[in-house]
């Protein structure tokens, strides 16, 4: 049962355009939502949060929407540039834990 | 600050063997999470410890087990090692301040990646 769910395996984009990642959950009790960001051999590394409470969220070139009543939030990279190429995983917090979607792999070519 | 340490980094394992991974969170931080991430399945939630309590647990096998030392240093182990379990193992610490994993922005260490032979 995948409550949190990335469609898009991967996106590939051109240096300089705008990189959507989009993200869909089902259970309408989350009330936290976060995105990572991980390279390869490395962590994952924390880029933004929304609170269910906001509908968008922006830390400079970073953007999240989020969108109840669909139950999808999105993230917004503008300008793309080659090293946010990376595995991106949505989050959802509720029940105390965190859920993870599966990733969407972004390639920004120069 | 050091960040989140987990050792080994790689291992290699063969089935019905068992492996402890360990994890060293970053100072202060009392909240160790584990999670499990294999191609197409993304991070699977393994289990969360606080103060040296379990304090939530996912929907894991009771082959895969954990614990907190009292300086917020944690293990997981996994006996009896299917080929299934071969994957990368993350450890995530948080204050945990605010009563549970979800509540708070994790710190991820680079993971152990076991492979089961």
């Known amino acids: 049962d995948q409550q949190v769910k990335q469609n898009s395996p991967s996106l590939s984009v051109q240096e300089g355009r705008i990189s959507i990642l989009n993200c869909d959950y089902t259970?309408?009790?989350?009330?936290?939502f976060l995105w990572y960001k991980k390279y390869p051999a490395e962590g994952p590394t924390f880029l933004i949060s929304i609170s269910s409470i906001k509908d968008k969220n922006e830390d400079g070139r970073f953007t999240v929407f989020l969108n109840k009543s669909a139950k999808h939030l999105s993230l917004h990279i503008v300008p793309s540039q080659p090293g946010d190429s990376a595995v991106y995983f949505c989050a959802a917090s509720g029940f105390q834990k965190l859920v993870f979607g599966t990733g969407t792999r972004l390639l920004v070519s120069p | 600050k050091a960040g989140v340490t987990q050792t080994p980094r790689y291992l290699i394992k063969t089935r019905g063997q068992q492996v402890t991974l360990s994890c060293s969170p970053i100072?202060?931080?009392?909240?160790v999470s584990w999670y499990q991430q294999t191609p197409g399945q993304g991070l699977q939630f393994l289990f969360e410890?606080?103060?040296?309590?379990?304090?939530n647990k996912g929907n894991f096998p009771g082959r895969f087990s954990g614990r907190q030392f009292s300086n917020s240093r944690s293990e997981m182990n996994v006996s009896t090692l299917e080929l299934g379990d071969s994957a990368l193992y993350l450890c995530?610490?948080?204050?945990?301040?605010?009563?549970?994993?979800?509540?708070?922005?994790?710190?991820f260490g680079a993971g152990s990646r076991l492979t089961v032979l």
């Open positions: 259970n309408s009790m989350f009330d936290y």
């Open positions: 100072s202060g931080h009392r909240s």
């Open positions: 995530a610490s948080s204050s945990g301040a605010a009563g549970g994993a979800g509540a708070n922005v994790l710190t």
């Open positions: 410890y606080f103060s040296e309590t379990q304090r």
